[in-house]
């Protein structure tokens, strides 16, 4: 069974950096491609960033320039390196693999930015 876990989410003051996470196991993970996505208080969940197995990378407007994604194949591990946090930036992270047919979630993590 895959599984996918986020973690490195925390409270944050405004202009801070946070790393995130997301580990996956029970599969082979350098055949993946994640991403992140976020869910605001009220909101619905938004498209962050991506990488592929390949390692082309793209991201949403607001997070270009202050977000990066990366992974790290030998330890199975995806991460969302966030730099310059703004209060509208507070969260909850969930990280998402998808290959072949397969397409599975992570619980989250959240992301408060705040003074």
């Known amino acids: 069974q895959v599984h996918v876990v986020e973690s490195g989410g925390g409270l944050v003051q405004p202009g801070g950096s946070l790393r995130l996470s997301c580990t996956v196991s029970g599969s082979d993970f350098t055949v993946m491609d994640m991403a992140w996505y976020r869910q605001r208080p009220g909101e619905q969940r938004d498209w962050v960033a991506s990488?592929?197995?390949?390692?082309?990378?793209d991201y949403t407007e607001f997070a270009k320039g202050r977000f990066s994604i990366s992974r790290d194949n030998a330890k199975s591990t995806a991460y969302l390196q966030m730099d310059s946090l703004k209060p509208g930036d507070t969260a909850v992270y969930f990280c998402n693999a998808k290959w072949m047919f397969y397409d599975i979630w992570g619980q989250g993590t959240p992301v408060t930015v705040s003074s």
């Open positions: 990488i592929s197995r390949g390692r082309n990378t």
